[in-house]
Nanobody, 125 residues
């Protein structure tokens, strides 16, 4: 069993930055696929970014490319999401997800077994 706890959310002005953290416990996650998803009020959950099972590749939604960066520290069992140039449309609850295998599609939440409870990110205009 893996527990994921997100932190780092908050209120920021447009153009600002935040760094989200996702701490994993229960098992080491060195060979887990790790992803970030978000859900805005009244909208479907959407993919944001992911790190491959092997840890060698990263994936991003088009809407965040060039602004967000996913990284991981296996020694700390933590994955990060650095968010720069934030926009009001980035406002959402951000969720961390993990899976012990290599998802067929890193952008689909259905392929991730474990989820955190989320952290709220609010970007004011």
């Amino acid at each position: 069993q893996v527990q994921l706890v997100e932190s780092g959310g908050g209120l920021v002005q447009a153009g600002g930055s935040l760094r989200l953290s996702c701490a994993a416990s229960g098992r080491t996650f060195g060979s887990y696929a790790m992803g970030w998803f978000r859900q805005a009020p009244g909208k479907e959950r959407e993919f944001v970014a992911a790190f491959s099972w092997s840890g060698t590749r990263s994936y991003y939604a088009d809407s965040v490319k060039g602004r967000f960066t996913i990284s991981r520290d296996n020694a700390k069992n933590t994955v990060y999401l650095q968010m720069n140039s934030l926009k009001p449309e980035d406002t959402a609850v951000y969720y961390c997800a993990a899976d012990p295998s290599a998802p067929k599609d890193y952008g689909l939440g259905a392929y991730y077994r474990y989820w955190g409870r989320g952290t709220q990110v609010t970007v004011s205009s």
